[in-house]
């Protein structure tokens, strides 16, 4: 079925064939040249990363994440039960158990305050998702990994632009405070390059190691900037890092970043204005945003009252032509893992996989479009 309002449509600014096509007729086709320099300096710069290293994913890159910290057989990992599949996938392919925390009663993202408790002496790393882009309470997090010896990977797929304040006052690009952070250019993010995706180094410990086994384990990359004089094999790693046709793409989109977010932001107000009065009365809730965290206009959702209710309003949208969608079956009462979990109730996790409900959102809607969209809801 083909929607008159699709959930997502990628946003080409323009540029992107003509720097594919300077890529590939320069002659530096695979990876590590040009765009890919010119993409991993800019966000680098810009949101004051460590070591940016592009990835083929953000599922490549939180892979990457668990070899660089050495997850081995047994070591524990906690994270949200509400995520995508790769944040655990990344730690399971390397052994590791997956301790699931429940989600915060106000907002989707890891509910902070309870993961002192999930922590034992084989907990290894924490990885908390900023979900819709809003931060993670980062302080407490980075201080629970002190006090306990933990890495924290930040899964910020969805977090490129989103900040997060914290005690001392600073604002901190998402992505810049954990150990390692992982984000996603997938075409239904904010900035896109189809497949793609980024390894935030920040902890200075893993930047030689990390540009090791993004490149097959070898020491490529020092050889070709003169550090080493042969180049061979000397760690475990894979191919995660993405043609220069991939980066030059990306590279078109990261030229248009703050137009792209200003569209997103204008998009998001549009909705939250049009469905407040009514979201109130139906008792549905919009997306709060703690103290700490912006927002980067990666979703709207809304969380409905009940599971009832949310097939109602996804069964009104379809019947005019507009798809919106849920997501994440909770991680730990999944086919693959609910055996495996502890047994621990997650009720928050439950509760959004019943109730959220995610609106179309890209850069080429229109405020007609958006309007056409609330107003179907409230009919
Ligand atoms: C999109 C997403 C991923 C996976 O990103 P890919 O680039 O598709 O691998 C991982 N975690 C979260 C929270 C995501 O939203």
């Known amino acids: 079925m083909s929607y008159q309002i699709p959930f997502n449509k990628p946003y080409l600014t323009g540029k992107e064939a003509h720097y594919m096509y300077d890529a590939v007729y320069t002659g530096k086709i695979s990876g590590n040249g040009k765009y890919t320099q010119l993409c991993q300096a800019f966000l680098?710069?810009?949101?004051?990363?460590?070591?940016?290293?592009?990835?083929?994913?953000?599922?490549?890159?939180?892979?990457?994440?668990?070899?660089?910290?050495?997850?081995q057989p047994g070591d524990e990992v906690i994270m949200p039960s509400y995520t995508f599949v790769s944040t655990a996938n990344a730690f399971i392919l390397r052994g590791a158990v997956i301790v699931f925390a429940d989600s915060r009663k106000d907002h989707p993202g890891m509910d902070e305050s309870s993961i002192e408790k999930l922590i034992t002496p084989k907990t290894k790393a924490i990885v908390p998702v900023h979900y819709a882009g809003v931060a993670c309470d980062m302080d407490l997090i980075m201080s629970l990994a002190d006090k306990y010896n933990l890495f924290v990977i930040e899964d910020a797929a969805q977090a490129i632009d989103s900040f997060y304040t914290g005690k001392d006052g600073k604002k901190k690009a998402l992505g810049s405070i954990g150990h390692l952070a992982a984000f996603s250019f997938h075409e239904t993010k904010n900035i896109i390059s189809g497949e793609g995706g980024m390894l935030a180094v920040n902890d200075p410990q893993f930047m030689a190691r990390a540009e090791i086994i993004w490149e097959k384990g070898t020491n490529r990359s020092a050889f070709f900037r003169g550090e080493v004089d042969k180049y061979g094999w000397v760690d475990m790693g894979s191919s995660f890092l993405p043609s220069e046709i991939v980066a030059a793409f990306l590279w078109a989109q990261l030229e248009n970043l703050d137009d792209i977010q200003k569209k997103r932001a204008e998009h998001w107000n549009v909705y939250h204005n049009q469905l407040k009065e009514w979201a109130n009365k139906e008792k549905i809730s919009l997306p709060g945003l703690p103290g700490f965290a912006t927002n980067n206009a990666h979703m709207f959702f809304i969380v409905c009252s009940d599971l009832s209710q949310r097939t109602a309003i996804i069964d009104k949208l379809k019947q005019s032509g507009i798809l919106a969608v849920f997501h994440y079956l909770s991680l730990h009462n999944s086919p693959f893992y609910k055996d495996k979990h502890d047994g621990r109730e997650l009720p928050q996790t439950d509760h959004y996989s019943d109730c959220l409900l995610r609106l179309p959102m890209y850069y080429e809607l229109t405020t007609k479009q958006i309007e056409l969209i609330t107003n179907t809801m409230m009919k």
Do not use: Q, V
Request: aromatic share 8%; charged share 20%; with cysteine.
């Open 44 to 71: 680098k710069e810009r949101y004051g990363f460590g070591k940016c290293l592009l990835t083929t994913s953000c599922t490549d890159a939180l892979e990457m994440a668990a070899i660089l910290i050495n997850i």
